[in-house]
């Protein structure tokens, strides 16, 4: 008996040792600046890929990004392409209906972006402006909620870079899109000097949820425990904000 007993016992320590040591599939969307985009040499990489990483290394595993449309994220997810998305994903209600996210890593706001000339009052002052946002994002459901309700045409793009491209060519007067990614990604760029963020800082949780998460699979109890001591861990040992200093010279982890 007391050799069944070991013999199990070494089994479940193999497991955990094989576990520890596997690859991580991270689902990423690199067309998000500076979250997440890719170098010259197409290396993914970004504030998310830098705290994935962080995170792989404190569960002992090794990351591996598959890149993924944003709009097919959890479908990917739930047909098992890749274990996680850590891809400035918002912890929202509706993706709790058919998936699980951690503890929030960071959090940010989003904000309305038009031309400089425009008079900005409220929603109902951009009437008949054509504005991009991203397909599947809480910005396009903010934008559906709150614009197109009031005659602002909202067109979805499968990739946010692709609406800076539409913007720069005349065919959109703007976008909605995350403050920080917005500000690195365009804002902040040549093409983006015509433009600016107006209204006030959107953190409306019907529309955005409470923070960004790292997304996983309802069934994947344990792997979430694991990262939620992870996130705690590099909060409290200073790799967050060796990261969060990288890109922001605030804190993006939030209230």
């Given amino acids: ?56 290394e404190q569960i002992k595993r090794k990351c591996v990004f598959v890149e993924q449309v944003w709009d097919s994220m959890i479908p990917g997810l739930q047909a098992k392409k890749y274990d996680v998305i850590v891809s400035s994903m918002s912890i929202t209600a509706d993706r709790l209906k058919v998936i699980d996210f951690t503890d929030k890593y960071y959090s940010t706001p989003t904000r309305i972006v038009v031309k400089k000339d425009v008079k900005f009052t409220g929603p109902a002052s951009i009437k008949g402006k054509k504005l991009g946002v991203l397909k ?62 107006v209204g006030p800082d959107l953190y409306t949780e019907k ?23 992870a996130i705690k861990t590099i909060r409290s040992n200073g790799l967050y904000k060796k990261i969060n200093d990288k890109y922001f010279k605030f804190d993006a982890y939030g209230k």
Avoid at 25 to 45: R, S
Avoid at 136 to 164: F, H, N, W
Avoid at 217 to 226: I, Q
């Fill in 136 to 197: 599947g994002s809480t910005q396009e459901k903010y934008a559906l909620g709150e614009l197109k309700t009031v005659g602002v045409e909202v067109i979805p793009y499968e990739a946010q870079d692709q609406v800076y491209l539409d913007i720069k060519s005349g065919r959109l007067d703007g976008t909605v899109a995350d403050f920080v990614e917005v500000t690195g990604g365009f804002l902040s760029k040549p093409e983006g000097k015509d433009y600016v963020p």
């Fill in 1 to 56: 008996m007391k050799k069944i007993v070991l013999t199990l016992a070494l089994s479940a320590l193999s497991i955990a040792a094989l576990a520890q040591g596997k690859d991580l599939k991270v689902a990423i969307d690199p067309t998000y600046e500076p979250f997440t985009f890719k170098t010259a040499d197409g290396k993914p990489t970004g504030f998310d890929v830098d705290i994935a990483s962080a995170l792989c």
């Fill in 207 to 229: 529309y955005f949820g409470t923070g960004m998460g790292v997304g996983l699979r309802k069934s994947d109890a344990a792997l979430k425990a694991e990262l939620n001591t």
